[in-house]
């Protein structure tokens, strides 16, 4: 399989390029800069560019089977104010795919944005209406325009993000019910969104996943 991986040198999404690796797919890299790819350069096609330029994801496409997002905010205290990135990169992904005929998209948001929050703990609620507030709004936002897309979409939901070493065991589906504050390892979730971008079992469905 050709994936093209957004977000390739984010803190989940070099996992998820090394899981496509090891599984033998081709991976093409998109990425601001190449430079952060360090070893796994020599491993990919690397297509640099915006994520939120259609123009950039519509020169990477063509040629590819699906495309991976696993694109975040950052790890800083300023990536928790909103931004238009997540409403920009959906467009701009969504325009690029139907121009390249890539119908495959499986993209990555966190647990309690839009319905999910419905289904979250108190801990989890009183974290996602404050600190979390404006940027998971803009996320909602790109999250529905995938949904409205026609592509062959999966968004994945995953707990509380940890950098804890993969587990290859933890709990997929529709919905689940949440208790406390849950987190589950950047390494398992991108080993299930490599998984989803594999088959249709999870085509037009959002997945929550925790350990």
């Known amino acids: 399989m050709k994936l093209l991986v957004l977000g390739a040198t984010g803190l989940t999404g070099r996992h998820v390029v090394e899981v496509a690796l090891r599984s033998g797919d081709s991976v093409t890299a998109f990425v601001r800069s190449p430079a952060a790819l360090g070893d796994l350069a020599d491993q990919v096609s690397v297509a640099a560019g915006d994520a939120t330029s259609r123009r950039d994801l519509a020169a990477a496409l063509p040629g590819h089977d699906a495309v991976i997002s696993a694109l975040g905010a950052g790890s800083s205290l300023t990536s928790v104010r909103a931004n238009d990135l997540f409403t920009l990169a959906s467009e701009a992904v969504i325009g690029a795919a139907r121009e390249a005929s890539v119908s495959r998209l499986v993209w990555l948001s966190p647990f309690g944005v839009g319905h999910t929050y419905d289904w979250s703990s108190a801990p989890q609620k009183l974290i996602y209406r404050t600190l979390l507030r404006s940027l998971y709004a803009n996320k909602e936002i790109a999250d529905?325009?995938?949904?409205?897309?026609?592509?062959?979409?999966?968004?994945?939901?995953?707990?509380?993000?940890?950098?804890?070493?993969?587990?290859?065991?933890?709990?997929?589906?529709?919905?689940?019910?949440?208790?406390?504050?849950?987190?589950?390892?950047?390494?398992?979730?991108?080993?299930?969104?490599?998984?989803a971008a594999q088959d249709g079992e999870w085509v037009h469905r959002s997945p929550v996943i925790t350990d």
Do not use: C, Q
Request: net charge positive; aromatic share 8%; charged share 25%.
């Open 144 to 195: 529905e325009t995938v949904r409205s897309s026609g592509l062959d979409w999966t968004i994945v939901y995953p707990t509380r993000l940890t950098n804890d070493p993969a587990k290859g065991a933890f709990r997929a589906d529709d919905r689940l019910p949440m208790k406390g504050n849950p987190t589950i390892g950047r390494a398992d979730v991108a080993a299930f969104l490599h998984r």
